[in-house]
Structures are given as structure tokens and as C-alpha cells.
């Protein structure tokens, strides 16, 4: 153990691309072109200077581990929003098949930067564990017009984010993301900007029904007798007063 240095401990970002994989070998490649230069970008349109960044592309993203002294603050809390209006301003006008949607995860931790293949630590694992939970995948799909979803650990979360007013903590969403096959389990919160993560989606019990184009639209009905049919309701009919009249078969 005397031949391995000391580490030393960072943010750790990661960026993945949504459904890259499903996209023609042009669109990997205007993808691969566009993803590096929305990053820079924001880097610098947020004053994060590049030195010290050691960056690991991956084709559909990037793993980053930022220089110490990295402010927490800026990327926790205005990384996203940047990049959102960035690839706004990237997929304008662009079929939507060739559109980019980014999925980013942080944490923070101990990390090598020695190894010889990567970076060797569990916060860039816990890292890019985040980035890739199917709990992140499906808020972004929840929100159809959100162009990044960001998940955060539960400490950078305490941290950061309870703590000041960059962004409302209420509209972070707090889920567990979870990976079995990779025997991962963590709280992390995820944030859409622009966007309420934490909001429940409308029940599809207590959606209204919309009447159809020249009808009537009846809710909760039940015939009694021979023709009996539906959920135990009754139907109801009016008579020209306006006074309910049961419906007798």
C-alpha cells in the first residue's frame, strides 16, 4: 500500500446524453462535436477556469473531477440552469431526433488521480452511479421540455442547497437512486430547471373527462335491473323543472 499517493478529495461531475445510443451514426457524431463545446461554454460563461479540470470523455458524456477550490455553490446551483439555456439554444429549429438532452450527476469525495485507466475512487463510482439511475432517466422523460436533469448526492443537497437561495429546495425531487444489478443504493435529489421535480404527476383517477365533440360525457354510471352495467352508480336523468328523476328501466 506504500506505493499508492495519498488522494485528495473534489466534485466530481458527470454528464450523460439521453438515448444516444438510438441515434444513427451522424447524429453520434454532430452529438460527440456539439456536447464539448456547450460544456466549455458554460465553464466559461460561469468564470470556471479550465485549469486543473481532468477531463474523461465517453463518447455519449464526460466525467470531470474538478480542481480543489472549485466553488460548490456554482455548480451545484448554476451549472444546470446554464447548460439548459445553452442546449436550448443548441436544438432550435433541430428535428427532434437530433435534439440533446443531458442528464448531469455530482458528488463530491476522494479520488486518485494517479490511476493508470481512470480515476480510481467511490465517489466518482457514486458519481456516475447517479447519472445513470433509472430514477434520473424517467423525471427527464416526465418532463418533455426540460433539456437537462440534474441529480445531486444527499450531501451536497444539505450542504448547498438547503442553505441558500440559488434554487428552491422544495422543487428538488428526493428519491433513492438505485442500481441492484450494480448493488448501489443512495439518496440523491434531482432538479429540472425551470421545472417543479417534486410535483405530483396528475392521477389518471382524477383526470377530467373531457366531453366529446357534439355529446354528453356521463361520469359514474350504473344501470340497474336487466341491463345492469358499470360501478354501482346510478344513472340520473332531468325532467324539464330540472329536477333529478331516477332512471327506471
Known sequence: MSDI???????????????????DNVLQWRVQQALPRIMRRAREELGLLPDGWLVQPSGD??????????????????????VDRLLREHNHGLAPEARIRLRIGVHEGLVHLDGDNGFPGEAVVTACRLVDSPQLKATLRRFPEAQVALIVSDRLYQDV????????PEHFLRVTASLPEKSFDAVAWIHLPGENAAAEQPSPATTPVQPSAGGQTFQ??????????????????????GSATPHRP
Open 5 to 23: 499517493a495519498d488522494p485528495s478529495r473534489h466534485l466530481v461531475l458527470t454528464v450523460d446524453v439521453e438515448r444516444y445510443s438510438g441515434r
Open 61 to 82: 458524456g464526460q466525467l470531470a473531477i474538478l480542481p480543489q477550490g472549485t466553488s460548490e455553490r456554482t455548480i451545484v446551483t448554476r451549472l444546470a440552469p446554464t
Open 161 to 168: 442547497v438547503r442553505h441558500y437561495g440559488d434554487l428552491r
Open 220 to 241: 359514474h354510471i350504473t344501470a340497474h335491473g336487466p341491463t345492469a352495467f358499470g360501478n354501482g352508480n346510478v344513472i340520473t336523468t332531468y325532467g324539464s323543472a
